[in-house]
């Protein structure tokens, strides 16, 4: 296993564009997690996946934000129209969710800058 | 719903001096419990988990902990310390129902180990 990648590690942006960054999961996990996380805090869940299919979002998941995992591989985070507040660090997560293995392993991150 | 306390934002303590993290969880369900490691510009790691049987649990790098349901708490320790351990802490809990098991973090410790 190669781990989570996540692209890009780092995203500058001015208010109000839009950005999108995506996760590649460890092969065969069913399950991807989006999560974010604001300095000094823990991260905070925001959706996730299981195969293609988007099951739970947050309420911290604006109408803004937009996830996808098309193919039930990789997934993409989009958040339309940034704001200041929306400045962060992105972390992707999967797990396999078989055999009783409940353990997420994370991606580096994405670190968003909203200027 | 879900929510977790970790009482001690930051923790000093002098190289090979024994350490405890502080965990106080509460739930309307059973969880599962874990603990997550984050070292500066890097994504989270798992430590150690604790999922059903003995309330003791041994991680990576010499760190154990005991879940405690009475006190509902996941108390962290390492009897020695080394520099090497600096890094953020952050204890999660996820509910134990199958149903998506989403991370419920607290806001971290800071473990700062002195020479």
């Known amino acids: 296993d190669t781990g989570v990648s996540q692209n890009p590690r780092h995203k500058i942006t001015k208010r109000g564009q839009n950005v999108t960054f995506r996760c590649d999961p460890i092969s065969e996990h069913n399950r991807l997690y989006w999560y974010r996380q604001t300095l000094g805090q823990g991260p905070e869940f925001l959706t996730y996946f299981q195969n293609e299919a988007q099951l739970e979002k947050s309420r911290l998941l604006s109408d803004r934000f937009s996830a996808e995992r098309p193919k039930g591989s990789f997934s993409t985070l989009e958040i339309q129209r940034t704001e200041q507040g929306d400045s962060a660090m992105y972390l992707c997560?999967?797990?396999?969710?078989?055999?009783?293995?409940?353990?997420?392993?994370f991606g580096p991150g994405t670190r968003l800058t909203v200027t | 719903a879900q929510s977790v306390t970790q009482l001690d934002s930051q923790v000093p303590v002098f190289e090979e001096a024994p350490v405890e993290l502080r965990c106080n969880y509460s739930?309307?369900?059973?969880?599962?419990l874990f603990w997550y490691v984050q070292y500066p510009n890097q994504g989270l790691q798992l430590l150690l988990k604790y999922l059903s049987g003995s309330t003791l649990v041994k991680g990576i790098n010499g760190f154990e902990a005991e879940f405690n349901k009475s006190q509902t708490s996941f108390h962290l320790r390492k009897p020695s310390v080394h520099i090497s351990d600096t890094a953020e802490y952050f204890c999660?809990?996820?509910?134990?129902?199958?149903?998506?098991?989403?991370?419920?973090f607290g806001g971290g410790t800071r473990l700062m180990v002195k020479p």
């Open positions: 999660a809990v996820s509910p134990n129902n199958n149903a998506g098991n989403m991370l419920t």
């Open positions: 997560a999967s797990s396999a969710h078989r055999g009783g293995s409940h353990e997420q392993y």
């Open positions: 739930s309307s369900v059973s969880v599962y």
